[in-house]
């Protein structure tokens, strides 16, 4: 889904640790960051498809 097309992977875990099977671990924070900044750029690759199919 979402995940795979930008190219993220969430891991969850009950316990801190700070890399899990050599990924790094992301705050939520920093994952809402991330989600809005991907979230801006699908809106502008949606507005540039609409206007070259006018």
Known sequence: ???K???TR???S???HPQT???RLIEVSELIEITNEKVVV???KLKEARSRQK
């Open 14 to 16: 009950t316990t801190f």
């Open 21 to 23: 099977d050599g990924e």
């Open 5 to 7: 097309a930008w190219g």
């Open 10 to 12: 969430l891991k969850f």
């Open 42 to 44: 699908a809106k502008e």
């Open 1 to 3: 889904g979402l995940q």
